[in-house]
């Protein structure tokens, strides 16, 4: 089952970097078995924050990759229905 990361602001570079190469081998996030682990670094002040380091470890198979893909977009509708949901108002 497809888990949903949520990736913080300090490893957004580093995940749009795994996107780029992942699109330039024509591989779809939703075709591939992602290993994310952290890596520890330093800001500019010294303070320690870790990083997340995104690797493809494993392809799905077609079938496999659909599911995926047709998961992603399920939980997405999900969330733009609850934005709605959230949006409208209730008297009291």
């Given at each position: ?8 602001v300090s ?65 997405i509708e ?15």
């Amino acid at each position: 089952m497809p888990v949903i990361v949520r990736v913080p602001v300090s490893s957004k570079l580093i995940f749009q970097r795994y996107l780029t190469r992942l699109v330039g081998k024509m591989i779809p996030i939703s075709g591939v078995i992602t290993k994310i682990t952290l890596e520890k670094a330093t800001n500019k002040t010294g303070q320690p924050y870790s990083q997340y380091i995104f690797e493809a470890v494993g392809t799905l198979t077609p079938e496999e990759a659909a599911n995926a893909k047709a998961f992603g977009q399920k939980f997405i509708e999900l969330l733009n229905d609850a934005e709605v949901d959230a949006d409208v108002d209730v008297a009291v």
